[in-house]
């Protein structure tokens, strides 16, 4: 199964998505997309298969979305997507894509429901929060 993953490494949540993965057998494709930053259709595409508006893969925390206005309902779909090609950390993130589906995985654990085999139990993000317990269940 291939795995792509759009990527922060300087984003705990984003550490944390990757590594379920790779623990899940996986090697993913990883896109540091605030090196590579974004296209248009990409980004329209990712929002399409993830059912998210560009209001709601907005990051509003962290990143310059205040400063340059973006926190006002007003500010339509088309302007943010054009905020977010200038300033790719604008989109919340990771974005995950898999054969099961896109998603934007926020929690981390959310990861789970694109992957068919999981991470050996137990295993835990880094700050120590269980994931999967040691009978290879998700933990809530």
């Known amino acids: ?12 949540t984003s550490r944390n998505v990757l590594a379920t993965i790779k623990a899940a057998g996986y090697e993913p494709v990883v ?9 248009r259709p990409q980004l329209q595409a ?6 998210l508006t560009p209001r709601a893969a907005l990051r509003t925390t ?3 979305a ?8 007003s500010v339509d779909d088309d302007a943010l997507l054009e905020a977010m ?12 894509c898999t054969p099961r589906g896109v998603r934007l995985c926020r929690p981390s654990e959310a990861v789970l429901d694109l992957l068919e085999t999981w ?3 137990p295993f835990a993000k880094e700050d120590g ?12």
Do not use: Q
Not at 66 to 71: A, M, N, P, S, Y
Not at 85 to 96: E, G, T
């Open 119 to 121: 991470p050996a139990g």
């Open 85 to 96: 090609l200038a300033h790719p950390v604008l989109v919340n993130r990771p974005i995950v």
């Open 1 to 12: 199964m291939s795995v792509v993953i759009h990527h922060n490494p300087d984003c705990g």
């Open 46 to 51: 990712l929002f399409a298969a993830a059912d």
């Open 62 to 64: 962290k990143s310059p």
């Open 66 to 73: 205040e400063e340059l206005g973006l926190l006002d309902p």
């Open 31 to 39: 896109i540091e997309y605030l090196k590579t930053g974004w296209t």
């Open 129 to 140: 929060g269980l994931i999967i317990d040691a009978d290879g269940n998700r933990v809530a």
